[in-house]
């Protein structure tokens, strides 16, 4: 069946370091990739998508990569900052109002 | 305003009480979802209204009763839930079906 699934559950990385958190999806007609970011005690929130024809998306500070040959979507960001601790979760949409979550990579930053 | 707000933050409900869940947006959007998060885990999809009519109802339980007042008001009807339901309940809204979702802070909602 349909699946969103991360490769890490945890990641630690040194403030200043680049973070890259990985997803691996499974159903080939998602055309619409999120990441959301959800700190303790709050809902998840937006950071960057990117839709099936593109490979590449950058915002500020964070990139998303897309590469469908193997269904993998990557986050990455640079010069993590404590206040990026969280868990990331990325997440897929098929085109009509249903998203479904991947299992999350919690994100530790060490000062 | 780019804000969604739920009320309660907390509640705590017994098997036989009847208690709703509040969620509110005033962006404009025009679909709004109710989530279910349990701990470590990712947010499941319970419901979607778009423009006020029930889009998706993903198996759940009818001890679960979405309802949409209006374009800018989700509520969640509870009764009879079950100590499995303690959970964090997400409310989100969009602009449009493939679309960034903006969620509120959720409710924890535990039933003893």
């Known amino acids: 069946g349909e699946s969103v699934g991360l490769h890490l559950p945890t990641l630690s990385v040194q403030e200043g370091d680049n973070s890259i958190i990985n997803c691996a999806y499974s159903?080939?007609?998602?055309?619409?990739f999120i990441w959301y970011k959800q700190e303790s005690g709050k809902g998840p929130q937006f950071i960057i998508d990117?839709?099936?024809?593109?490979d590449k998306r950058q915002g500020q500070r964070v990139t998303v990569l897309l590469n469908k040959t193997v269904k993998h979507l990557s986050l990455q960001i640079a010069a993590t900052q404590p206040g990026d601790s969280a868990v990331y979760f990325c997440?897929?949409?098929?085109?009509?109002?249903?998203?479904?979550f991947g299992a999350g990579t919690r994100l530790f930053v060490k000062a | 305003d780019t804000e969604v707000t739920q009320t309660p933050k907390h509640l705590v409900m017994g098997m036989t009480n009847k208690k709703s869940l509040k969620c509110e947006q005033h962006?404009?959007?025009?679909?709004m979802y109710w989530y279910k998060q349990k701990a470590k885990k990712p947010p499941e999809l319970m419901f979607v209204?778009?423009?006020?009519?029930?889009?998706i109802n993903e198996s759940v339980p009818s001890r679960f009763s979405p309802e949409c007042p209006n374009s800018s008001l989700l509520n969640l009807h509870l009764h009879a839930l079950q100590p499995e339901d303690s959970a964090l309940y997400l409310c989100?809204?969009?602009?449009?079906?493939?679309?960034?979702?903006?969620f509120g802070p959720g409710t924890r909602l535990t039933v003893l």
């Open positions: 989100a809204s969009s602009q449009k079906k493939v679309d960034e979702q903006f």
């Open positions: 159903n080939s007609a998602s055309d619409y």
């Open positions: 990117i839709r099936s024809n593109m």
């Open positions: 997440a897929e949409n098929t085109g009509g109002f249903k998203t479904i």
């Open positions: 962006m404009g959007h025009r679909a």
């Open positions: 209204y778009s423009y006020e009519k029930l889009s």
